[in-house]
DNA sequence: CTTGTCGGATTGTTCAACAACTGTCTAGGT
DNA sequence: ACCTAGACAGTTGTTGAACAATCCGACAAG
């Protein structure tokens, strides 16, 4: 029903051409207003021109935006289920901040789904690491050229890709909201540098162990990988609470 | 921000009271009328008052329920995220039919994460335990009785505390999810005690496994457990599949 | 048996208005 | 100077109605 395959029929030699056909259309015609409004929403709070703590006025977007306000509710709904967002009764809805407590809340369900993926994989059709290899080959080019936004960028479309060899819709979905979520952290740090270089090279490693078909030591690369990612983002969060109470002067000293 | 916590101040005497004051509040005043309507048609799907495949109409529901269409859209849009109504465009939405390429998806992500939880479980405080002792022993009550019902009730109920031993917010919001989405599959099959009956025992295997810190084996257990929860299943919606395009004869024999 | 057309029914989207709520400011008391 | 109660303005929550777009079944023509 909800699953996009046209698997209902003959499986003849046209099958390609029908799945692509209706997938095709059905990208096309997707609900549109309230999803091009959330899609971009989305970009906005993801590129961080929205800061963490915002609020997102109804009345303000509404005429900016030339949508009703229904359907503007109904795009925030979207984006407050992938995380982007945070609703408030009777307050509206605000970017969110993470603190230090949710972002350990985040990476806990992060490394859980990761590493059980690739824990899991075995060896595979070296055809299905085309998309890895495409990301990482992205990601060295982007860093050469000093492009740490775009490094940023074809590292999440790294996991991205990863998690989808476990081939399931669910696991795709779930990992799609942590790694927006995680974009939104990366957005409230500065020195995009420090935060994305390493794992460009850290990326090749783990693919060429995929490659191996050395999947249990993969995911234990990775377990690595994403406890020393956590680590350095709660260190950059840390720091930024830190100038923040220390930049205004205690109200009775 | 959005975590519901009352740890924000004193960790003194009155923590239990205050928080306990705190949850009944939170749960009195989200009100928000579209979430009242989805927690109410949330039990009935869950409940199995409503058919997989059925179409719930609109005009109908305002007219029974009070509320206006576009908050009953509102509450349709919560149950779609959940994963406990689906939306086709222009069609309305429906009580979705779980086949069988749905279910082996649904268990893949939950077995990732159930068996994560416990494999990084160790040894931990037997108080915290507790949920889960209250949990199997009602299961096993309601058994004695025969109350099939409320044995798929406790048992679903042992899984989501044992996720919630993690202490993570976002693994408890999804593996609710996933349990509701398997009790839409329980629904759709008859014979609820072959379902749920042999479960009783292994949930209190699987108990005791944790109070002797056994988490490596007690994920192994899971797994199996899980494995069989999905196989058997997956063989009843086979079966109820078989029966219906039986009954039909074949249009060119 | 397939293709084209029509009409009823249902959903998608918008709008305007009112009710309910939140945070702030002020007035008054201690 | 401090605290509390109450009014105020601004925002969100909810409603009902209206119109456009789309689906579905039926019916007719090739």
């Known amino acids: ?39 971009l929403l989305r970009r906005r709070v993801i590129e961080g021109d929205l800061p963490p703590g915002r609020r997102l006025s109804e009345e303000q977007l509404v005429d900016v935006l030339h949508v009703s306000r229904n359907t503007l509710r109904e795009a925030f709904r979207l984006l407050t289920h992938e995380g982007l967002l945070v609703h408030r009764l009777h307050r509206g809805v605000f970017v969110p901040e993470l603190d230090e407590e949710e972002l350990v809340d985040l990476y806990r369900l992060r490394r859980t789904i990761e590493c059980d993926v ?10 299905r690491l085309r998309p890895l290899h495409d990301d990482v080959a992205a990601a060295e080019d982007a860093a050469r050229r000093g492009d740490w936004g775009a490094v940023g960028t074809a590292n999440m479309r790294f996991h991205q890709h990863l998690v989808a060899l476990a ?12 790694l927006a979520e995680v974009r939104l952290a990366f957005s409230a740090v500065g020195s995009p540098q420090r935060l994305h270089e390493p794992y460009v ?22 377990e690595d990988y994403l406890q020393d990612s956590e680590a350095e983002l709660l260190a950059a969060l840390r720091d930024r609470a830190g100038e923040r109470s220390g930049d205004r002067p205690r109200r009775t000293p």
Chains 1, 2 share one sequence.
């Open 201 to 222: 090279r850290r990326n090749r490693a783990l693919l060429e162990l995929l490659v191996d078909g050395e999947s249990e030591r993969a995911a234990k690369e990775l």
């Open 167 to 178: 081939g399931s819709r669910r696991i795709d979905e779930t990992a799609a909201r942590l």
């Open 1 to 39: 029903m909800a699953a996009p395959s046209g698997a209902d029929g003959v499986p003849g030699p046209d099958a390609g051409w029908l799945r692509a056909m209706a997938d095709e259309v059905r990208a096309f015609d997707r609900s549109s207003t309230a999803e091009r409004v959330a899609d």
């Open 118 to 127: 690739v824990r899991r994989l075995g060896r595979l059709d070296p055809v």
